[in-house]
């Protein structure tokens, strides 16, 4: 099935993802929403793929719900049914990704664009880029899990004052209050995002899903329950092929070959 909004393709264990409605800044519409479910699955299916990079064609990585969209706004029962059937699902799917995901952020990330860039492992932005919590701006409260995500990242000071002010938040800057992971330089963001996806995609992919469910959830539970998901955890790793090889390739000082399994 070929996608209208956006477009999949998979090299080497990395597959690509771009928004591509770059005439609406690669605003949401239900048809992305659903068509980004959809690659989700196929990456799932696809055993060869061990990393995930999401970004944006154009000038903007993603600005939000189309709000000229008919019929998404129209009332309060369907900007409701616009959250529990698409937007919900969507970064539900995005978050159960077990493998490395990241977003390069390439321009503007306004409302529920932002929350899918922070729903990612690593966010890699271009320094031109900008992180907006917009829906102050037209009267609605932030959603697609960025209620979630803010106040976790740069605690609840931070999350409130970008909430309620709605300014945008230069790259630098969320840089250094660590609400991502790197701001680099316009000219270097694909070359770093690649850099980055190459390297994911040469290391042990299980572990790597197993850590991202450690440090998930870690805020949420007591020490002991952290140090038994840990030791569970760690339980299943040591019973993959890339401990095998990876312990192998310590004992015999060389680089380690690893699977993904």
């Not at 694909?190 to 980055?196: G, I, K, R």
């Not at 090889?245 to 993904?260: D, I």
Request: net charge neutral.
């Amino acid at each position: 099935m070929a996608f209208q909004t956006i477009l999949l393709d998979s090299a080497d264990g990395i597959a690509r993802l771009t928004l591509n409605r770059p005439e609406r800044l690669n605003s949401f519409n239900r048809v992305m929403l659903v068509e980004i479910r959809e690659a989700f699955e196929r990456i799932k299916s696809d055993s060869s793929i061990r990393v995930l990079v999401i970004t944006g064609s154009g000038r903007a990585f993603c600005a939000g719900q189309d709000l000229q969209e008919p019929g998404a706004l129209d009332s309060p029962e369907s900007v409701a049914e616009l959250l529990h059937k698409f937007y919900n699902p969507m970064i539900g799917d995005l978050r159960s990704l077990e493998l490395p995901v990241i977003a390069a952020v390439n321009g503007v990330a306004a409302g529920a664009g932002c929350s899918l860039a922070l729903a990612c492992d690593l966010v890699l932005a271009a320094q031109s880029a900008s992180f907006v919590q917009a829906f102050c701006r037209i009267g609605l409260v932030p959603d697609a899990g960025g209620s979630f995500f803010l106040p976790r990242l740069v605690g609840p000071a931070r999350a409130l004052g970008l909430a309620l002010l709605g300014d945008p938040l230069p790259a630098a800057t969320a840089e250094a209050w660590g609400l991502i992971w790197r701001c680099v330089p316009d000219d270097s963001l694909a070359s770093e995002t690649d850099a980055l996806a190459r390297r994911l995609a040469a290391q042990a992919t299980r572990a790597l899903a197993l850590t991202k469910r450690a440090i998930g959830g870690a805020a949420n539970r007591s020490l002991d329950q952290q140090l038994n998901l840990e030791a569970d955890l760690q339980a299943k790793a040591a019973g993959t092929a890339d401990f095998r090889e990876g312990l192998a390739a310590f004992l015999e000082k060389r680089p380690a070959r690893f699977t993904g399994r």
